[in-house]
């Protein structure tokens, strides 16, 4: 009971927001509000799934574009071991064989992940755009660096050290052309794991180069048509 005139206290009444514990509690208030609507959108984002790159990305123009570059690289690889005994020759290709054709199992796989069609509308090349050197596509419509079939075909007619100079001539601007390709996916991809791909394709390819060269030299140079 209390006495006559003396006002009755609720401690457990909401204070005056302009009171010192009001202002706390409406800080309270908001920043649970805030946390709410992040939660929110934290957990749509979740519902939705990772964020895959999309059709027009460098990291699907790259997985796209380098794996039939590679499919190539595998086709001459194949046959010129068909055509010459040349043990440094089959060795050499048998490397580049196998291992294109994983790399290229792994770009094929990533279009799957990211449900992406594995060929698109998009132009060849389109994803280097703003790079000079590859900006625009040969007349022949095929990627830089691609024999021609005229060219597969001569190396599928060929024999011997024959075969081995043609297949050379042929895998040298195929490995130019994909060292570019590889240093432009590296540096501008988005997904980690495409730009760790294609900076091991520029290491290996530049240091394949070495290689392709020194045989090349050794076998008396390019065949002339």
Sequence with gaps: MTDEGQSVVDDDATPPAGTPRGMVVAA???L???AAVVGLIAGSRLAAGPQHPSTASVDAGFARDMGAHHAQAVEMSTI??????DPATR???LDIALTQQHQLGQMYGWLELWDLPQRS????MAWMSDHTSHATVPETGLMPG???RAELNQLSAAEGRDAERIFLQLMIPHHEAGVEMAEYAANKAEEPA???LATTMVRAQTAELTVLHDML???GGPLEP
Excluded: G, K, Q, Y
């Design 28 to 30: 309270v208030v908001l």
């Design 32 to 34: 649970l509000a805030v």
């Design 121 to 124: 509308a998009e132009p060849v």
């Design 91 to 93: 060795s050499l290709a």
């Design 146 to 148: 691609m024999a021609t």
């Design 80 to 85: 010129v071991r068909e055509r010459t005994d």
């Design 217 to 219: 030299d050794e076998r």
């Design 194 to 196: 495409v730009r760790h």
